[in-house]
């Protein structure tokens, strides 16, 4: 997750994160396909600007480990 303490649409402080929540999956779309466990999505935490509502993701370390080796993702450039 980004060390930021500003948001970066508004430039105001008021960020609110979560804890760890699901991916998806199951009869949800999943946002982190080919990066969960077996039976099991990945995670994510979501921080969200009280003043502007912009809400980011950030997937977790686990998930992001798994990205390069995963034929679901590919690298943009």
């Known amino acids: ?14 960020l609110y994160s979560s804890d760890e929540v699901s991916s ?7 946002y982190l396909p080919g990066l969960g466990g077996f039976l099991s999505s990945a995670k994510f935490t979501v ?5 502007c509502g912009l809400s980011r993701f950030f997937a977790s370390k686990e998930a992001r480990d798994k990205i390069s ?5 590919r690298k943009i450039r």
């Open 69 to 73: 080796e995963s034929a679901t993702w």
């Open 24 to 30: 998806g999956g199951g009869y949800a779309p999943n």
């Open 47 to 51: 921080v969200v600007c009280k003043d």
């Open 1 to 14: 997750m980004s060390n930021s303490s500003t948001c970066p649409e508004c430039g105001n402080s008021n």
